[in-house]
């Protein structure tokens, strides 16, 4: 049965302390790609290309929220992103079921003000490595 996503939340683990981040409205999925290996040979029987799977590639996610200037989670991915260190990232979803990998932060931005909006905030975090599944 599908769940719900209220309830999913994102933390990091730095220095010994796990900081959740806060605030969020939008946690893209982690998408698992690869590349596509070129094992054509001249002899190839029927003339098609032939592939194999190459590295895979974990790819970026992509964090949407509000910004709080107090939350610590905001703060940290701040912190980070300045360092440029890359860090266990968990995504805990409603059934405690978890994706857990590694990231270092590739962006980050402070939203747009809007008349009739709230200040936003989004950041980007760029997999290194694989994702395990809890």
Same mark, same amino acid.
């Given at each position: ?22 605030? @969020? ?40 929220g ?10 940290? @991915?701040?912190? @980070? ?28 931005a @402070? ?12 950041a ?11």
């Amino acid at each position: 049965m599908p769940q719900k996503a209220m309830g999913t939340m994102i933390s990091c683990l730095h220095q010994d302390t796990q900081t959740r981040i806060g605030c @969020l409205k939008a946690i893209s999925e982690i998408r698992a790609d690869s590349e596509a290996v070129d094992v054509t040979t001249l002899d190839a029987p029927d003339g098609c290309r032939q592939y194999v799977q190459g590295l895979k590639d974990l790819g970026e996610v992509t964090l949407e929220g509000f910004y709080q200037p107090g939350n610590q989670g905001q703060q940290k @991915l701040r912190q @980070l992103y300045e360092t440029g260190e890359a860090v266990p990232f968990t995504v805990t979803f409603p059934d405690g079921s978890a994706a857990v990998f590694t990231a270092f932060v590739k962006s980050h931005a @402070l939203g747009s003000a809007q008349v009739d909006g709230a200040v936003g905030f989004s950041a980007v975090l760029r997999i290194t490595g694989g994702v395990e599944l809890q």
